[in-house]
Structure formats: structure tokens, C-alpha cells
């Protein structure tokens, strides 16, 4: 938040000034501090004010992560488990046998999932900086996810959040025929021995995607996995 708001100001003060991002969240530091996107959330749907502006660089002190309750490791690692899920299946297997090591901020463990997260998603938005095409698949698990965040009054934290839109998102793969049942599973069995949240008592409508930045007329992009370390894109009608 500190981040999203502090570069927001620097991107439209003067027409734009020179910022360095210091993240102190694992969150922070694998996600919103890279990539240059800034938003503010409104009443009528996440992230709908912001600008994309890139930091003259980032500092990552991990040191940073020990002051944070275990609650805000696991929702980093939501999205941490996403990078593994859309580009990387070792990645998301060192998650997996690695659970104990990165919970107690063991230094190699931590230092290689933010170390690859960030070169995932740097990779991507070298390619497609605007989000025209290929850096929507940072999305995955985040048109549901967001849904979900603004339904909770954004009470709900974005990586708990977007943990149940990926369930979510998976199931509508497996039912296309896109992802294999077992995949589905190993990835929500995956959130569940992390802690996060695999399930929701709220109940979204496609009226919770209207003012959704992914919505194009009548469809939404949807990233779908079709397999670990893979996914598609694909048109839903809202």
C-alpha cells in the first residue's frame, strides 16, 4: 500500500519524478515493487486509479521479513506459488518441498523464491510492459482473486485472495478440458499446507467483473493453467 500510494504521487507530481522502491513485505518485494504499475483501490473496484511508471531501481532487504507476522509471508507466497503455477513447475516444486525452510526465513530459500520470482515477472514485462498481451498472465488467479478483495471491503489480503481465485479459476480449467484433475489438486493442496485460504462463503457474480481493468465490451481475459508452469489465455463472456 505504501508503495502502490508513494509511487502513484512520484508518477503524477510534476508530471512524473525519478523513484527508487524499497520493499519491506515479502508481498512487496516479489510483486507490486516490480514492474512499475501503482494502484489505488475505490470503492467500485481494485486498482482503478494508477499509472505505469518504472523505479529507477528496487532494494530487497531481506532482513525486512522478519518483522512481519506469519500471515504476511503466506500472502506473499500466494503469489509466489502464482509465478511457479504460470511460468516455472521447478519453482513450484521447491515450494512445495520447501514449505519449512521458507516459513522459518531460511536465507538460501528465501533469497532463490523472491530472486526467481522477480526474474519471472521481469521477464514478462520486458516483453509487454502496458499489459497488452503477454503480461496478462501475471493475472492469473487475480480477475476472481480481486472480485473477492473488493466483496471483503479489501479486508481479505491479495495473496489470500487471489489463493482462492486460482482454486477458482483452476476448477473452470479442468471443466475446459485445459488442466488435468491431478494438476488442479497438487496446486490447492499446495495452498492448503501454506495456509492459504482454498474457499469462499462469498458468492461471485459476473457483476463483480464490470469495472474490472481486464474487461474488454462483454469479456473478461481469463488466464487459465494447462499445466504447471503453463497457461492461456482465453475469452469469457461476461
Do not use: C, W
Not at 482503478?48 to 511508471?53: A, C, D, E, F, K
Not at 481465485?165 to 476448477?171: F, L, T
Amino acid at each position: 500500500v505504501v508503495g502502490d500510494i508513494g509511487v502513484f504521487l512520484a508518477s503524477i507530481f510534476m508530471r512524473g519524478i525519478p523513484y527508487i522502491q524499497i520493499p519491506t513485505t515479502l508481498l512487496a518485494m516479489v510483486d507490486s515493487a516490480v514492474g512499475g504499475k501503482t494502484g489505488v483501490d475505490l470503492k467500485s473496484g481494485k486498482n482503478l486509479i494508477g499509472t505505469i511508471t518504472q523505479p529507477k531501481a528496487v532494494f530487497i532487504d531481506t532482513n525486512f521479513l522478519k518483522t512481519l507476522p506469519e500471515n504476511q509471508i503466506r500472502n506473499g507466497l500466494g503469489e509466489i506459488i502464482k509465478y511457479g503455477v504460470i511460468a516455472d513447475q521447478k519453482l513450484f516444486n521447491f515450494i512445495e518441498q520447501n514449505l519449512e525452510r521458507i516459513f522459518s526465513l531460511e536465507e538460501k530459500a528465501i533469497n532463490y523464491i523472491i530472486k526467481r520470482s522477480v526474474e519471472i515477472k521481469v521477464g514478462v514485462i520486458e516483453k509487454d510492459e502496458k499489459e497488452l498481451g503477454q503480461r496478462m498472465i501475471l493475472n492469473y488467479g487475480h480477475t476472481y482473486g480481486h472480485a473477492l478483495e473488493k466483496l471483503s471491503n479489501y479486508t481479505l489480503l491479495h495473496g489470500y485472495a487471489i489463493s482462492i481465485g486460482m482454486v477458482i479459476v483452476n476448477d473452470i480449467a479442468v471443466k475446459k478440458g485445459l488442466l488435468k484433475p491431478t494438476d488442479a489438486e497438487r496446486i490447492k493442496n499446495l495452498f492448503i499446507k501454506a495456509g492459504l485460504p482454498v474457499t469462499t462463503m462469498k458468492k461471485i457474480s459476473k457483476k463483480d467483473f464490470k469495472n474490472d481493468k481486464k474487461r474488454v465490451g462483454d469479456y473478461i481475459n481469463l488466464v487459465l493453467a494447462t499445466e504447471i508452469g503453463k497457461v492461456k489465455i482465453v475469452k469469457e463472456k461476461i
